[in-house]
C-alpha cells in the first residue's frame, strides 16, 4: 500500500462507470443469466458511488501527513508521553510470573527514578 497513493473518488468512479459501460455492450440481450448479472453490477456501482460520495482523501493512510503524525505519536508512545511509569510488570522471584503492580518509586522509560516534589509528587514537564 505504501507508495500508492489515494485510489478512490472521482478517478476510480469514472473506471467503474465505464467498465459498466464496456460490459453492458458486450452483453447479450438476450440472456437472463448475463442481463442479471449486469443489474448487479448496476447496484453495486450505485452503491460504491455512494460510499465514495462521503470519502475524504485526507483520511488516507498513505499520505505524507498521517505518516508524520504517525511517527510523532510512536516517539511519544515510546517515551511515555512525557509521564512518569508508576506501573509495571514485576517478578518477586526471577522464576515467578511477572504480574502488574504499581512501582514503590515512579521511573521514565529506561528505569531511573522520576524527579519528586517536596510532596512526593512526580514533577510532569510542561
Known amino acids: 500500500m505504501a507508495g500508492k497513493g489515494w485510489t478512490g473518488g472521482e478517478k476510480a468512479a469514472k473506471a467503474d462507470a465505464s467498465k459498466l459501460d464496456d460490459f453492458e455492450s458486450r452483453a447479450d440481450s438476450g440472456s437472463k443469466e448475463q442481463q442479471s448479472l449486469l443489474q448487479e453490477m448496476r447496484e453495486h456501482t ?6 465514495r460520495k462521503n470519502e ?3 483520511l488516507s493512510f498513505s499520505t505524507p501527513e498521517f505518516r ?5 505519536f510512536t516517539e511519544n508512545f515510546k517515551k511515555n508521553f512525557g509521564k ?8 518477586k522471584y526471577p522464576w515467578s510470573t511477572a504480574t502488574l503492580q504499581k512501582l514503590d518509586v515512579p521511573v521514565d522509560v529506561q528505569g531511573n527514578p522520576w524527579p519528586l516534589d517536596e ?5 510532569l514537564k510542561d
Do not use: H, T, W
Request: glycine share 8%; net charge positive; no cysteine.
Open 68 to 72: 508524520e503524525s504517525s511517527r510523532i
Open 56 to 58: 475524504d482523501p485526507r
Open 84 to 91: 512518569p511509569v508508576e506501573y509495571g510488570l514485576v517478578k
Open 46 to 51: 450505485k452503491k460504491l458511488a455512494a460510499f
Open 119 to 123: 510532596n512526593g509528587k512526580p514533577i
